[in-house]
């Protein structure tokens, strides 16, 4: 039987408060429909003013917003001269998912793959 270290501990650690920090900062509504507009337009993304106008919300609002989800890594932002585009970082929500998938589906059993795969489709 292998044996756990305190670094793999500390490891396994760190990475539980990263996904419980991304699973916050998707913790309202509007970040929720933030990151499916952004995921809607994928790859290229959307500006903040695109955003706004699907969100109704006001700019102060949607930048707060906007800067939970890039401080917690699950969007980008570049910035095309005076506007600043923001896109799903694909490869974080992946993680998360994957995350989820291998504590609920593969290790514990408790949902069917399969059925959680047919969900997604």
């Known amino acids: 039987m292998a044996t756990t270290t305190k670094r793999d501990t500390a ?7 990263r996904y419980a920090d991304m699973f916050s900062a998707m913790g309202t509504a509007a970040r929720l429909r ?3 507009l952004l995921l809607t337009a994928h790859p290229d993304g959307l500006v903040v003013g695109e955003l706004a106008a699907e969100l109704d919300i006001p700019n102060s ?12 890594g699950l969007v980008l932002v570049s910035r095309e001269g005076t506007f600043l ?3 799903a970082n694909t490869e974080a929500l992946q993680a998360l998912l994957g995350f989820l998938y291998a504590e609920c589906c593969t290790r514990n059993k408790v949902v069917e793959p ?8």
């Open 11 to 17: 490891e396994r650690s760190a990475e539980l408060e």
């Open 85 to 87: 585009r923001y896109t």
């Open 61 to 72: 609002t949607l930048s707060h917003h906007l800067d939970k989800l890039k401080h917690e």
């Open 34 to 36: 933030i990151l499916q």
């Open 114 to 121: 399969k059925r959680m795969l047919a969900c997604c489709k």
